[in-house]
């Protein structure tokens, strides 16, 4: 993630799990920065809160919890991360014109999906189904061994 985050940014790790890159993030975004680690599930969100706890970073990192609805966030974000998640998401289409809303004009989503697991053609129509609902294709940066796009918003 280094190439796409920068200090003072508000970034997104969606699907964050137990918190494996909020740490990493909240170090990249610096004291001035902001990291949103948001899961479906309470129990991750507890365990980064455990993990935060007392640290430098505490302030730094908001724990948000999503619901069936979305992700359902009020603020906007210079940054998505979305890694080994989206295949988990029934409806792709929902989640990303959802981000198309949350994301500033030049901020982006980069999507890293496991290598066996999603296929090749699996992964493109998920690119496919971002980009219909106004996130361009900017590239595949390689995250070896992994399926990687990084999505912005379309300019019209
Ligand atoms: C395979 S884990 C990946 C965790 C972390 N990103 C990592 O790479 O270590 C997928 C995570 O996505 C979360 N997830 C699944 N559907 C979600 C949704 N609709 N909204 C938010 N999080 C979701 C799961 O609860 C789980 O923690």
Redesign the pocket.
Known sequence: MGPFIEEGMTVL?????????TLDMAQMVGTSGHVIA????DG?LQIIGSKIRGTEVADRVTLHK?DEH??SLSETVDFV?????VH??PDQQG?FAELATILKPNGRVLV?EPPFHVSKKAFETTVTTANEVGLTDLGRPRIFPNKVVLLGKALH
């Open positions: 790790d969606l699907g964050c799990g137990p918190g494996f890159f948001a899961d479906l599930q991750m999503c979305g992700i991360l979305a890694f080994y998640m988990e998401i989640l890293v």
